[in-house]
T-cell receptor
């Protein structure tokens, strides 16, 4: 398994500002993912972040709104830019273990935009 | 039609009951099947992971995959109040441009009452 931490665990932000969420893994992994879970909903993939390449975004998500960095094999950041109340969600990072294809999730960042 | 369908419940059972949770899917490319448990205000926790058709047992939990029917199940024996959570099915294909991407069901809210 993999142990994943996220910072911050929660935040309350004002409309129009940006927030950067950090994801740290206790082992080196190739594939990291960012998901969004809106209130009472299931998880939706935002983007795939592989070290050494540009992030790949899913339909409906764009780099200008959700820029992602992946500087090494244990760390990634997701920025939620120019926030609106519709961005209020839980943001989760996950990793795919290279050997077994299992995917593990971090504890999530609970974002509220006023 | 969603790629993965899961009855959101809620499902309420007495302690000790056998619980059956199910998902159907439409994408025949899915090869890996997972069940996650998510407690309130926590990230999803990987419970069971199976590849292709068949059964897998781990303690009180049994996962079944029937690829011919595009149907997966999770059984919980001797359910406990601590099993009260949201259960999410998730699946992914074996490669290609969507490698690693998990597609989730809506989640089933389970309550086990003493």
């Amino acid at each position: 398994s993999a142990v994943i931490s996220q910072k911050p665990s929660r935040d309350i932000c004002q409309r129009g500002t940006s927030l950067t969420i950090q994801c740290q893994v206790d082992s080196q992994v190739t594939m990291m993912f960012w998901y969004r879970q809106q209130p009472g909903q299931s998880l939706t993939l935002i983007a795939t972040a592989n070290q050494g390449s540009e992030a790949t975004y899913e339909s409906g998500f764009v780099i200008d709104k959700f820029p992602i960095s992946r500087p090494n094999l244990t760390f990634s950041t997701l920025t939620v830019s120019n926030m609106s109340p519709e961005d209020s969600s839980i943001y989760l990072c996950s990793v795919d273990t290279d050997a077994y294809n299992e995917q593990f999730f971090g504890p999530g960042t609970r974002l509220t935009v006023l | 039609q969603k790629e993965v369908e899961q009855d959101p419940g809620p499902l309420s059972v007495p302690e000790g009951a056998i619980v059956s949770l199910n998902c159907t899917y439409s994408n025949s490319a899915f090869q890996y099947f997972m069940w996650y448990r998510q407690y309130s205000r926590k990230g999803p926790e990987l419970l069971m992971y199976t590849y292709s058709s068949g059964n897998k047992e781990d303690g009180r939990f049994t996962a079944q995959v029937d690829k011919s029917s595009k149907y997966i199940s999770l059984f919980i024996r001797d359910s406990q109040p601590s099993d009260s959570a949201t259960y999410l099915c998730a699946m992914k294909d074996a490669g290609g441009t969507s490698y690693g991407k998990l597609t989730f069901g809506q989640g089933t809210i389970l309550t086990v009452h003493p």
